[in-house]
């Protein structure tokens, strides 16, 4: 092998071999191993701009150390003797300088972290009872006149399986199977109907499972043993269609130019749920063909484009739904990779924008159970929100945009790395404190931080109950830059990009549109229900966005009705429990599937409240100052 | 479209444009045309290596005529000078002498003639009520709350289609045929359980199927109209399997050694019925997407390779089946390219040497209908034997081995172009006349010609009753060569190979061997039914070979018992014709699945009396010559 690389090997130039993928790239000497790392795709933090400045390019040589310049001073300050010894080096300061085989590990805490999200949810108690079922069958041998498949019906039927049907794959490998476990077999059946794969018993492998959540911004994956229900793998990336267009709508509308493009946008979510499949099975080394049931769950138009589905109406009023029910297909059918037998399962959506994301949450959090009333709220570019008990449920959305996920904020990101996540306001000089995640030096500020931001401007009196900035007060924070009052969270000294980070009195405004519409929501649908936000005794929040939120910053600038904070519960990402429960419990699928049914759906645009329910709530935290009692009295404002 | 043909057109070349395919090629000046169809995959006839000599490789230039070089002597000879100026020429005299832009049209005649097969049989009166059907659906529009399938379902139950499902591509297109159609649309049905398709109303297309015929050595196809039972084209194409052998066996001998070479002859069959639809679809000018049913039919070896079920145990005693009995899967699934809904419905095989091409053939021809007993025989490789009637169908797999096509014959070739095909021989002299296919110069002899041949030659006592030679005869066109005696058929000067055509000691021999296993088959079907040949009141005949040979010269060498001869039927391709029922009918289709069912199976090997009445066979016409009383009356030998 290794005399085979040499021989291929460009003249004059070093093959870099980059651990842990095992890829290899001819560069020529005087290269960095940063532009080979750019060059083969591999993501590695560089944020100072290749200046050896922040240290986070971390690579460390392997075999074929020597073909490096020796270290510079830079890596030098960077790293003890022992560390350079050990091979520790800087990316962008690394040059190769002469010719042969090289090995450089990137290790993980090198490489671009992904965004922060909340993979995992709650999960309530239940039975494991899969839809997919193994089964060791005894074959009678002497049938001669019989084919193999009358032989192994016959047999299923003896062992109580009546009305199966053998899948064309299982079918092509029946003859070898069943001589080569010598008419004992085991076999994999789906829904006790259908025969997904056979196996020698003998060879039996893993019954595995694979729920998808697709979101809007992430697309996670969890990879389930349908034997015993424990979870193997929980995996994400970013949704690839994100290229696309940032929010739904942009996708839609990108389908709707051409059937070929919307199939596009199929296609590379599916490579993405693919990359997840492949990924978690080799993390823990089985093989695809063993997993046999899949999952999905998303929202509406996810789940529409994921099926190669024209989402195109989803997007206009009245919203129509091209497909409600639940509804399985093979996975090969829409080119997913698993076993060639396996089915998908789509969970059933609600409505245009309450999708089988919130189904899945309904069935995590076992609000459709409990004599109590609960509320279940996920916050994203759409705020889908739930009330009700275990003899109804009412749901609706409320288009938040995507404010709270950084965009059209001056500073905005998403919750990753260097992502100002906590912020607190001193209110006597207005010092300002911040947190952000993996405490690395800040690169913006993500969602939970401007919720902070905001709250504490408004408590401090820096901005009034409309988000307008105080005149009076004089502080080198509160400054005009570009026609734009704006607030200094972090001087550019402070940050890794090299400029202050600020709150501007547009991105005030931004976000005073997102929480008005998700407050509309909740108070629209209390209304209707005829209840008051204290009649929510069991209040969840989930998804990520919720999780990482200060509930007193959030009731202080109004994002929902004053529902006693201390009843809140974070359950994470309750989408993604549901997708598993679907996996594991027959019972839970079907139960999805009443869910779906028997949720009521209000549509908050026609309702003829909502555009003076939204207006009052734009202010903080709210025009109508009665609604938030404690707010206020916090607040000493009331 | 012209304008950029040329600009990308290679410097110093001609583009050449092939008719009526419309490929283009870039040759170079002085190649001849014949080089250019050879690199095109254009098959031309040149059988007299391309030195102008026969005159089959005739072409027909287009625009740009004026490019080629004057025609040759040769040329001057074939053809008139208005057929000159017609641009009519050889493809291996005409040269390409200057640049441009030249079409050539290659004419029918000269293109390589496939093997003669019969591609229609017989059909019976029937009713056209096939499982998949047109419905109009007239939709209600104000359902606000309704996703688009279940007004669908709603609508498509109120007309009387409850417990439908809809094929996921139907769905995908559903939300954007809805509002084309403006909620009038045409659904396509299968078996009134699944809606394959949609289309607006008004832009409804043509309801087509298709039905293959898999045969060892060639694959045919049917395009029919579901909505009125048409026959809209029938074609046919070699079984490209043959390059991996010639028979069934040395086929399954490939698949064994590797999964991947077995899926390997799947996919080149798959390919060559894809090439089936295509044609058949350009050449009524449909889309391939207007295929919504396929019915298939074919040996069982060949139908487990083509679903790619592993045929391997097939072909060894006792020959189990891997599923007999009939089944659906989506073309796609299989790698066939109709409307991507469509199912594939393989009719049932009876066992592992009679296929539901006979099946097909019971169906075509109903003998399953008939009280009077009847007999259906098909000789290819193996002959398959079905004998009985209403009440009763018994059928058997003779091994007549492939010398009846040619096979292992010193001249034998297929039935197509060139092929003697009969023969008769003057008893006074010898002198042999014979008639070939296409009435073109012989390259060989197929096997209706070698029966011919054989029966001759025992008739007029130059070979004995156990195909010896006759020592005493002197004739020249009795002779010894290479060991072996042999009789020459057609001298050097008649034949289009310059050689003498002759029949061998060694090509009686096999041919003695294939036909004492029809009659040993047949001979035992009878007995085991207590029926005398007499009793046969319905014999059919059907495939391509039975529907050319000589039946007084076939019952002279003793091919089957003595049925009285002017009751045989020929019926032509019926394993076409039952696929096509198939198609067409549901009740046949059931029908079908009953008849593979209730037909009973004899072992031939495995009865004691095998042995001894193959032994006996192997005479002219039968040992026991009391077996032929007519023939032996005939022969003037009794």
Redesign the interface.
């Given at each position: 092998m290794v005399s085979d690389t040499r021989r291929n090997r460009k003249n004059g130039s070093t093959r870099i071999t980059f651990l842990p993928e095992g890829k290899p790239l001819d560069i020529k000497s005087g290269s960095t191993i940063l532009d080979a790392t750019r060059k083969m795709g591999i993501d590695i933090q560089a944020p100072c701009g290749d200046l050896g400045l922040c240290g986070r390019c971390k690579i460390i040589l392997g075999e074929g150390k020597n073909l490096a310049e020796p270290p510079t001073k830079t890596e030098k300050k960077n790293f003890s003797t022992k560390e350079l010894n050990d091979g520790y080096r800087l990316a962008c300061q690394c040059k190769v300088s002469e010719q042969g085989l090289l090995s450089v590990t990137v290790p993980p805490e090198s490489r671009i972290s992904q965004q922060r999200i909340v993979i995992q949810g709650i999960m309530p108690q239940f039975q494991v009872s899969p839809i997919i079922k193994d089964t060791i069958i005894e074959l009678k041998k002497k049938q001669?006149?019989?084919?193999?498949?009358?032989t192994l019906l016959e047999a299923l039927s003896e062992n109580g399986f009546t009305d199966v049907?053998?899948d064309?794959d299982a079918?092509?490998?029946?003859?070898?199977v069943i001589?080569e476990g010598n008419w004992n077999i085991n076999a994999t059946l789906w829904n006790n109907k259908e025969v997904l794969s056979l196996q020698p018993k003998d060879k039996a492998g893993q019954t595995l499972g694979f729920a998808v959540d697709i979101g809007t911004t992430k697309v996670a994956g969890y990879l389930v043993d349908l034997k015993n229900g424990k979870l193997l793998a929980a995996v994400s990336l970013p949704n690839p269609q994100i290229s696309f267009g940032e929010d739904l709508i942009s996708r839609i509308a990108y389908w709707t130019e051409s059937e070929e493009k919307g199939i596009n946008l199929q296609k590379i979510v599916i490579g993405c749920v693919n990359k997840l499949i492949e990924d978690s099975c080799k993390r823990f080394d089985v093989s695809q063909n063993e997993v046999y049931d899949i999952t999905v769950v998303g929202n509406t138009a996810m789940h529409h484009i994921f099926?190669?589905?024209?989402p195109?109406?989803v997007g206009q009023s009245?919203f129509?739904?091209?497909?409600?029910?639940s509804?399985n297909?093979?996975a090969?059918?829409?080119g997913l990779k698993a076993n060639p037998a396996t089915y998908v399962h789509a969970l059933p959506p609600i409505?245009g924008f309450v999708g089988s994301d919130t189904v899945a949450g309904i069935l995590a959090t076992e609000i459709y159970k409990q004599e109590k009333i609960s509320m279940l709220i996920d916050i994203g570019t759409n705020a889908e929100i739930v009330i009700g008990n275990k003899d109804k449920l009412t749901c609706c959305s409320a288009p938040a945009g995507p404010a709270f996920e950084g965009a059209k904020i001056k500073h905005g990101m998403r919750a990753s790395s260097g992502a100002i996540e906590t912020v607190w306001i001193n209110p006597k000089n207005l010092d300002t404190g911040f947190k952000t995640i993996d405490e690395s030096k800040p690169r913006g500020i993500c969602g939970s931080g401007i919720i902070d931001s905001i709250a504490q401007l408004f408590k401090t009196d820096v901005i009034d109950n409309i988000g307008r900035f105080n005149n009076k007060l004089s502080n080198p924070r509160i400054r005009n830059q570009e026609g734009d009052a704006e607030f200094v969270i972090a001087w550019q000294n402070e940050t890794s990009i090299n400029k202050d980070i600020t709150i501007t009195r547009r991105d005030i405004q931004e976000i005073l549109l997102a929480k008005a519409a998700v407050y509309t929501g909740t108070h629209i649908l209390l209304e209707r229900l005829n209840l008051t936000p204290n009649d929510i005794e069991n209040p969840y929040v989930s998804g990520a966005f919720g999780t990482y939120i200060d509930l007193a910053n959030s009731l202080t600038i109004g994002m929902f009705p004053e529902i006693p904070t201390n009843r809140i519960k974070f359950t994470g990402n309750t989408a993604g429990s549901g997708g598993r429960l679907a996996l594991l419990s027959e019972k839970l699928r079907s139960k999805a599937d009443k869910i779906a049914k028997n949720t009521d759906?209000i549509e908050l645009a026609s309702d003829p409240s909502f555009e003076k329910e939204f207006t009052n709530a734009l202010w903080i935290p709210h025009r109508e100052t009665k609604r938030f009692p404690t707010v206020m009295k916090m607040l000493g404002k009331h």
């Open positions: 001669e006149s019989k084919s193999d498949s009358e049907s053998i064309i079918i092509r490998r029946l003859p070898d001589r099926f190669g589905i024209s195109k109406y009245p129509p739904v091209a497909v409600k029910n509804f297909v093979k090969k059918d829409i409505a759906h």
